[in-house]
């Protein structure tokens, strides 16, 4: 065994847990990444759920806690945790600045990010509408990382049993994942798949609006930097790139 014993910490989920039902955690506790768990990564495809197997190797508490269950922005929490514990809070990036066409390396400190968290009114799953063509009201749910990677795994079985299917089938199916029920009524599935296909684009436009408003926890990934060339300030969303787990030195 190694002398030096990983790093950990214990940090507070973004949702503190109570997104998930009564007695779940509101704090995780994560170890640094050793030597074996980065040969596990680069064995996986860099998807959702190879970075969540890699997380949920390196969570010490709770014991029972599953990763894979976490809604997107608390996994996303998470591996900006793992990626500072293990690799140190600075992340280089490169941006090019739209206002004079310089590009900027951007060095963000990952600990000073600011963290949203859930409102404590959130309860699941949330009303939108009525929505301003059909007056219907929706009822949705925030998706988890499993629910991704269904969805995934669904379209890739469609596209593989009809290779003439127009457009990425995953577009349709996550909105099936997200919608639990219209006017709390229509509850299956390929009915809500059917509703969502036929539903007005301007209605759809104004789901997908109040949708992000509820989602709206977590980091805030959406930074200012001043251009050591114009000196101008250019908004932009920090990117996950080879930096994130590969960083240089």
Known sequence: ???????????????????????????????????????????????LISIANLIQNCVV??????????????????MYKLRTITYGEDYKVSYV????????????????LDVIELPEDFTEPFDIGPLPISG?????????????????????????????????????????????????DINIPSKIQQYVEELHARDLRYFDSKYSEFENFGLDLDLTHNCSNCGEDFRYRLPVTSEFFRPTY
């Open 97 to 112: 600045c739209p206002n004079c066409g310089q590009t900027q390396e951007i060095t963000v400190n990952l600990d000073k």
């Open 1 to 47: 065994m190694a002398k030096n014993v990983p790093i950990k910490e214990t940090h507070e989920l973004p949702s503190l847990g109570k997104i998930y039902g009564d007695n779940f955690p509101s704090t995780v506790t994560l170890r640094a990444m050793t030597t074996l768990d980065e040969k596990t990564r680069l064995a996986g495809n860099g998807g």
């Open 61 to 78: 508490e709770p014991k029972d806690l599953k990763v894979v269950d976490l809604k997107l922005s608390d996994f996303q929490y998470l």
């Open 136 to 184: 219907d009201i929706i009822q949705a749910r925030l998706l988890s990382v499993s629910d991704y990677d269904n969805i995934s795994r669904e379209s890739k079985r469609i596209l593989q049993k009809m290779p003439s299917y127009e457009g990425n089938p995953e577009f349709i199916l996550t909105y099936r994942y997200k919608i639990v029920s219209i006017n709390n």
